[in-house]
Every structure is written in structure tokens, then in C-alpha cells.
């Protein structure tokens, strides 16, 4: 079945570092969707990416869409203690008409001041 | 304020006992989900319901049950079938399937002593 990996598993900064993780996929997604999820809380939706090689910014976030549309990535630049948290990324692929969604295992970010 | 409400938020139970999770919403979306949460891993699909009375399996469907008599409700059965049951119940609704933005409840943590 569809595998989504993400790397790395836990990231530990200082405040004001860059943070990136990678999503890879072992089939070609239809679309991808992150999402961030605080400690103790429930994820909740950031974007979803549905073009080859597209990239999108949320103020101090960027996302990007591979061309093969098997990978994406998440930059944070010049994190701040509020980032803190888990982003989970998850891969849409259509099949027959057909959806299934795969979360990755996430990526936990622990910000230090 | 449109939203999707899981309860208990927290409950313990005894080995060997059935219990049920609840989750309304009121987005008027007609897929629902349940997703079990482990420490370290992602979100694993536990069952899934497009539609009223109707409703799939996911990849980890063993040891539940569900039913979706209402398109506001969808509650999980968690039973004595299910090996290692306690973990962080997460219930979504999408209002375009799996292409769409997941709506996350604040999830139930279950714990079985």
C-alpha cells in the first residue's frame, strides 16, 4: 500500500533557526496536506498543495511541491517558541475514483528561546 | 460556532470492557473519520463513512465498530476484541472526502487499565 515517510522524526532549534521536513511518498500523489498539531491538541489543516513543483508561503512558512508530485517539504524560517509542535504531512492519491489519504508519522519541533 | 465535539476527553476503563466515543458535528459534511494516535506514530484510519448508513473499514479496523444512523454523529465502539486499546482518539469530517480539508475534534484519550 501507499507509504508516506517524513524525516526528521524530532528537531530541536533555537529560537530564530531555520526548520525544514521532508515528506516522500512511495506512489504519485493527487495532492499533499500539512497539518500541525500543538502538544496536547488536535492537528489542524495548514495547506494543501496540488500542483507539480508548486510552493506556497504562510507568512514565515513555505511549502513545496516536488515536480514528480512524490515529495514535498516544509520551511519554517526564523522559528519562534510558538511553532512548537508536530507537522504531520499526508498524501492524497485517487485511484478508480477513489481517494485514500496516508498520514506520515510527523516531524515534532521543539523551539528553545 | 460550526465545529465537530468529541467526548469524553478522557476516559479509563477496565480490561475486558466495551466502550463508546462520541462524535457530532455540525459543518454538515458528510464524511466522517476515526483516527487512533500512538506516541512517535501518525494518524492511523480506523474506519471511515461517506454517507449516512453507510461506512468502511480503515487500515486498522479490527477490535471497532462504528455506525452513522445521523449525518451529524459518528461514534466508535472501541471493544474487548481490540488487543491494546488505550491511545488518542481523533475524530474528522471532510466536506469533499479525502480531497478535502479534514476538520479534527479535540480528541479522546482513552486509557485501559
Known amino acids: 500500500g501507499q507509504q508516506v515517510m517524513q524525516i526528521p522524526q524530532y528537531q530541536h532549534v533555537q529560537e530564530g533557526e531555520d526548520f525544514t521536513t521532508y515528506c516522500n511518498s512511495s506512489t504519485t500523489l493527487s495532492n499533499i496536506q500539512w497539518y500541525k498539531q500543538r502538544p496536547g491538541g488536535h492537528p489542524v489543516f495548514l495547506i494543501q498543495l496540488v500542483k507539480s513543483g508548486e510552493v506556497k508561503k504562510q507568512k514565515r512558512l513555505t511549502f513545496q511541491f516536488g515536480e514528480a508530485k512524490k515529495n514535498s517539504s516544509l520551511h519554517i524560517t526564523a522559528t519562534q517558541t510558538t511553532d512548537v509542535g508536530t507537522y504531520f504531512c499526508?498524501?492524497?492519491?485517487?485511484?478508480?475514483?477513489?481517494?485514500?489519504?496516508?498520514f506520515g508519522k510527523g516531524t515534532m519541533l521543539l523551539v528553545s528561546p | 460556532d460550526g465545529g465537530i465535539t468529541q467526548s469524553p476527553k478522557y476516559l479509563f476503563r477496565k480490561e475486558g470492557q466495551n466502550v463508546t466515543l462520541s462524535c457530532e458535528q455540525n459543518?454538515?459534511?458528510?464524511?466522517m473519520y476515526w483516527y487512533r494516535q500512538d506516541p512517535g506514530q501518525g494518524l492511523r484510519l480506523i474506519y471511515y463513512s461517506q454517507i449516512v448508513n453507510d461506512f468502511q473499514k480503515g487500515d486498522i479496523a479490527e477490535g471497532y465498530s462504528v455506525s452513522r444512523e445521523k449525518k451529524e454523529s459518528f461514534p466508535l465502539t472501541v471493544t474487548s476484541a481490540q488487543k491494546n486499546p488505550t491511545a488518542f482518539y481523533l475524530c474528522?469530517?471532510?466536506?469533499?472526502?479525502?480531497?478535502?480539508?479534514?476538520?479534527f475534534g479535540e480528541g479522546s484519550r482513552l486509557t485501559v487499565l
Open positions: 499526508a498524501g492524497v492519491t485517487m485511484n478508480s475514483g477513489y481517494s485514500t489519504l496516508t
Open positions: 474528522a469530517s471532510t466536506g469533499g472526502g479525502f480531497t478535502g480539508e479534514l476538520f
Open positions: 459543518l454538515n459534511h458528510d464524511a
